[in-house]
């Protein structure tokens, strides 16, 4: 009996993941200068390497700012990438089980594996012109969708960039990147207060959100919160969690009657 073969469109990868050599287009092994002069820093696929040569092109303004920075400008293609990666997700079938689960475990490793650039960037951070220069592209870039307060020069600031980095995963859940902004700068001040607690239990609910998610119309952040409310340790902030799902439902029924 011949077994179904299953393929991942391989097109949504990037170089960064070892692939077979037959699988890898010539054009795609360099880092490409485009015509406009604007030099990638990491290995991509000829997709990527397109979307991101457009981008720069489009937000000269950025790409002039970080060109120089090598590091920098690796993580903001990493993040470009992840956010475009993410969103060809939400438009992925959802039909076809099989594929559907081998896809999503390489997309997940693929996002894992571009999360560490960013996170080693962010742990080398060790003053604050650089913190400043760094926090400043995430408010013009905005990657995954996030709503990023203008740049402050605060370590507060970059844990949460830190935190979105490092649970990327989450973003897959969603039906959309940036469908509950409200919930989201909430999650961003339990960041803020304890970066410890809310990452640990951001961990244990993407571990266990298969049999907590029972009703899948629920925003993906929304039932953080109220799994972080049953499992936090300090009462405030099981008050702020429950009061932040409490204003987000009254909102939605508010507009469902509208």
């Not at 097109?11 to 604007?38: F, Q």
């Not at 040569?53 to 937000?59: A, E, G, V, Y």
């Not at 571009?114 to 990657?143: A, C, G, R, W």
Request: with cysteine; hydrophobic share 40%.
């Amino acid at each position: 009996m011949i077994k179904p073969q299953i393929f991942i469109p391989v097109d949504l990868g990037v170089e960064m993941i070892k692939k077979p050599r037959y699988l890898m287009k010539p054009s795609a092994k360099k880092n490409r200068v485009g015509s406009n002069g604007v030099r990638l820093r990491g290995n991509w696929s000829l997709t990527y390497q397109e979307y991101i040569i457009s981008f720069w092109i489009t937000h000269k303004n950025i790409y002039t700012q970080i060109k120089f920075d090598p590091t920098l400008q690796l993580v903001l293609e990493s993040q470009i990438v992840q956010t475009k990666l993410i969103e060809k997700v939400h438009r992925f079938p959802q039909s076809f089980a099989p594929v559907e689960n081998v896809f999503m475990s390489w997309v997940q490793l693929t996002l894992i594996s571009q999360s560490e650039v960013i996170l080693n960037y962010i742990k080398s951070i060790e003053d604050p012109f650089t913190s400043h220069t760094f926090m400043s592209t995430q408010f013009q870039i905005q990657p995954y969708g996030l709503k990023i307060d203008p740049p402050e020069i605060s370590w507060d600031e970059i844990k949460i960039i830190q935190f979105w980095s490092t649970y990327m995963c989450v973003f897959l859940k969603m039906q959309k990147l940036g469908e509950t902004p409200s919930l989201e700068r909430s999650i961003g001040k339990l960041v803020k207060f304890n970066y410890k607690e809310t990452s640990n239990i951001m961990r244990k609910f993407l571990i266990h959100i298969d049999e907590y998610s029972i009703n899948q119309k629920v925003p993906v952040l929304a039932q953080f919160l109220q799994y972080f409310s049953e499992l936090t340790e300090h009462k405030a902030q099981c008050e702020f969690a429950l009061g932040v799902l409490s204003e987000f439902h009254k909102e939605c029924t508010l507009n469902q009657n509208l």
